[in-house]
């Protein structure tokens, strides 16, 4: 299976930042494309389907934001709007996706029959969730998704009066600025879930910024700050799972969905909330503001060994 790729081939910081923001809005829309169909006509086959084409909606909207300025606005604002309705979609889907899967693996550790009336239900919300998934993707396909991706990256190009900044320089403005909001959103009171969650899509923002700049920086900055930002989101995404089956048994208790599952699903919900509390222990445990402080001086030291580099090639 394909995957959603991570870092763009071949970009180096002495390039011309048009032609990385080519390649990556080329090669982030082309896999959303490719997963379209497969996530809408076969997710019964595989969930990964499903998961591939929710990770690369996102990448591509990334991909969008970070290059925002080089691209034609109308054009650009499109194919924003119709990524994120179709990234809803496939959340959905995904989310009952690893809700459903969990449930699974406890077969034969609990009780059958009140597992299996959960399962049953959660399968038949997950049924329910395709069909808007299949809607967006129809839509998208009417739109002709795939053929409007040359004409997007064809129209991408350096727009300012000043000359054309080249990967590196556009890396090393870019990176301070996405990492600050990482940062500020890391010194808040993360005790609380709601922190954690603005906390994890700033780490998201910032992981993302990182795969489609890494090609400005030399060959150490993969290696030194993006393992600290993967295993942050690891984390962070494993509490946010836990939230949203916690958010659903809420919701299908107040609203009567799972007819006489009532005290099961109370169950549930109160076990979700434990290991909220557990997983958010664990990470509070390792994110340490000695942690913090650690990717930071990273970060830093990539922009000036990039600043260093860019002013000997000057000379």
């Given amino acids: 299976m394909a995957r959603a790729g991570k870092w763009i081939t071949g970009a180096r910081p002495d390039q011309p930042v048009s032609e990385v923001a080519r390649l990556a809005l080329q090669a982030r829309l082309e896999l959303v494309a490719h997963f379209m ?3 809408a006509e076969r997710a019964a086959e595989d969930v990964e389907f499903v998961h591939q084409l929710r990770v690369t909606t996102r990448r591509a909207g990334a ?3 970070m290059f925002a300025r080089l691209l034609p606005e109308k054009r650009a604002r499109r194919f924003k709007k119709n990524l994120r309705r179709i990234r809803r979609a496939a959340g959905d889907a995904r989310n009952l996706d690893v ?3 969990r449930l699974r693996d406890r077969q034969g550790a609990e009780p059958e029959e009140a597992l299996a009336a959960i399962i049953h239900y959660v399968e ?7 069909h808007p998934l299949v809607k967006s993707v129809t839509r998208l396909s009417r739109w002709d998704f795939s053929d409007q991706i040359e004409p997007l990256v064809r129209r991408t190009r350096w727009r300012e009066d000043r000359p054309e900044a080249t ?16 940062f500020a959103a890391s010194q808040k009171n993360l005790s609380k879930v709601g922190a954690l969650h ?3 899509i700033a780490g998201k923002q910032l992981r993302y910024a990182m795969e489609l700049i890494a090609g400005g920086f030399d060959k150490s900055f993969r290696a030194q700050s993006y393992p600290t930002m993967s295993r942050i989101q690891d984390q962070l995404g494993e509490i946010n799972d ?4 916690k958010n659903l048994y809420t919701e299908w208790i107040q609203h009567g969905s799972l007819d006489g599952q009532v005290p099961e699903l109370q169950t549930r919900q109160a076990e979700e909330q434990q290991w909220i509390e557990q997983r958010q222990e664990s990470f509070l445990q390792w994110w340490t503001p000695s942690q913090a402080d650690r990717l930071k001086r990273q970060i830093e030291e990539a922009v000036e060994r990039n600043e260093n580099a860019a002013d000997s090639a000057s000379r």
């Fill in 198 to 200: 603005r906390l994890r």
């Fill in 124 to 130: 038949k919300y997950r049924r329910q969730a395709q």
């Fill in 99 to 101: 809700l459903c899967q």
């Fill in 63 to 65: 991909a969008l934001t």
């Fill in 37 to 39: 169909p497969l996530a």
């Fill in 167 to 182: 990967l590196g320089a556009f890396a090393r403005q870019l990176l301070p600025a996405t990492s600050a909001k990482f």
């Fill in 242 to 245: 836990h939230c949203t089956a």
